[in-house]
Nanobody, 115 residues
Framework: QVQLVESGGGLVQPGGSLRLSCAAS????????VNWYRQAPGKSREFVAY????????NYAASVKGRFTISRDNAKNTVFLQMNSLQPEDTAVYFC????????WGQGTQVTISS
């Protein structure tokens, strides 16, 4: 079955960086686009970034454009989210998402930005 496992979250100071990973299994990874979403306390889940199956196309939320970079390694069935210049408003649980007949979500990884 489809499984998504996020990792790489943690506590960093404002201005710092983190690299999140999403390890996927159970489907033909290279054939499917993957998204990153995030959910801050008391807020609804919001889109962060998108990457197509071949990595030819990417898209970002306005709030992260220029600071975050999504990439993928199809040989390792993994998607990455490089996050730079992190700010307190980036604090959230980050989820990866794929639509394979239906939506699948990982368990999420906590990112906390605080001094």
């Amino acid at each position: 079955q489809v499984q998504l496992v996020e990792s790489g979250g943690g506590l960093v100071q404002p201005g710092g960086s983190l690299r999140l990973s999403c390890a996927a299994s159970g489907f033909t990874f290279r054939s499917f686009a993957v998204n990153w979403y995030r959910q801050a306390p008391g807020k609804s889940r919001e889109f962060v970034a998108y990457i197509s199956g071949t990595a030819a196309n990417t898209n970002y939320a306005a709030s992260v454009k220029g600071r975050f970079t999504i990439s993928r390694d199809n040989a390792k069935n993994t998607v990455f989210l490089q996050m730079n210049s992190l700010q307190p408003e980036d604090t959230a649980v980050y989820f990866c998402n794929v639509y394979v007949a239906r939506n699948y979500w990982g368990q999420g990884t906590q990112v906390t930005i605080s001094s």
